[in-house]
């Protein structure tokens, strides 16, 4: 199987507003695809893969011209080399550690404490290596790639969208407001909390303060994520962060 689709793909870590940046990405009429597809792009079959998985659930826009993915996982790898010139556009995204892990923590004891991520410490080593991969990522791809704080998407969505819709290179606005489709909400394809159902950005922040982290752990993730995102930053294309 052959497609005529470039690739975005984002690049980035659980609980860092991926589920709605995918919804509002792919909402867009020239950008198919939403969900987390589980896909490692190693070889030139996995994008053959990746319209596959995209067309059990769902139908192509017409006219469109991307297909979207995110890769939140150390064990689903992108290899850029994959790509001629003008064919990839990467996202890169981080969240700062204090909510992201009390994030992860409170979502997967929500689903049971039995689950891996429900404990701060397993919670916090898998931001701690995330981050890490996608530093040493970054720092040796030769492909360009746009950096943007998750924080944005509350903070300032209207200046990261307009920013996004640029370096996309979109006819027109990427907008706030998004669809739901077959796969929203559903486990293993994106944010399964609930508020992905709303169709719109949530501004309200949810309080995280009730899962206790212990303060060395989260000491650890901080230092990682001032130099991961420093690294990110500095070998980026381009990039939108938060006001100091």
């Keep these: 199987m052959t497609d005529h689709y470039s690739r975005i793909f984002l690049l980035s870590h659980m609980r860092a507003f991926t589920s709605l940046a995918g919804h509002i990405l792919g909402s867009h009429p020239r950008i198919n695809g939403y969900f987390e597809m589980h896909i490692s792009y190693d070889e030139a079959s996995a994008?053959?893969?990746?319209?596959?998985?995209?067309?059990?659930?769902?139908?192509?826009?017409?006219?469109?011209?991307?297909l979207f993915d995110k890769l939140l996982h150390n064990d689903y790898r992108?290899?850029?080399?994959?790509?001629?010139?003008?064919?990839?556009?990467?996202?890169?995204?981080?969240?700062?550690?204090?909510?992201?892990?009390?994030?992860i923590v409170d979502l997967f004891q929500q689903k049971g404490t039995d689950e891996l991520y429900a404990s701060p410490l397993e919670a916090a080593d898998y931001y701690i290596e995330r981050i890490g991969v996608l530093a040493d990522f970054c720092r040796r791809t030769d492909q360009p790639y746009y950096y943007y704080d998750a924080e944005l998407f509350q903070e300032a969505p209207d200046t990261l969208l307009g920013k996004l819709t640029d370096w996309l290179e979109l006819?027109?606005?990427?907008?706030?407001?998004?669809?739901?489709?077959?796969?929203?909400?559903?486990?293993?394809?994106?944010?399964?909390?609930?508020?992905?159902?709303?169709?719109?950005?949530?501004?309200?922040?949810?309080?995280?303060?009730?899962v206790k982290v212990p303060e060395d752990v989260m000491s650890r993730a901080r230092e990682t994520f001032r130099d991961c995102r420093s690294v990110i930053i500095a070998n980026a294309a381009d990039s939108v962060v938060m006001p100091p």
């Design 47 to 66: 994008l053959d893969k990746q319209l596959e998985v995209f067309l059990q659930f769902e139908t192509p826009r017409e006219n469109s011209h991307y």
């Design 171 to 210: 006819d027109s606005p990427l907008t706030g407001r998004y669809q739901l489709f077959s796969q929203t909400g559903k486990e293993r394809k994106g944010d399964s909390s609930g508020f992905i159902y709303s169709g719109t950005i949530e501004k309200s922040r949810v309080d995280y303060s009730h």
């Design 78 to 103: 992108l290899n850029p080399g994959l790509f001629d010139t003008g064919e990839l556009k990467m996202l890169v995204a981080l969240l700062e550690p204090d909510r992201a892990v009390r994030s």
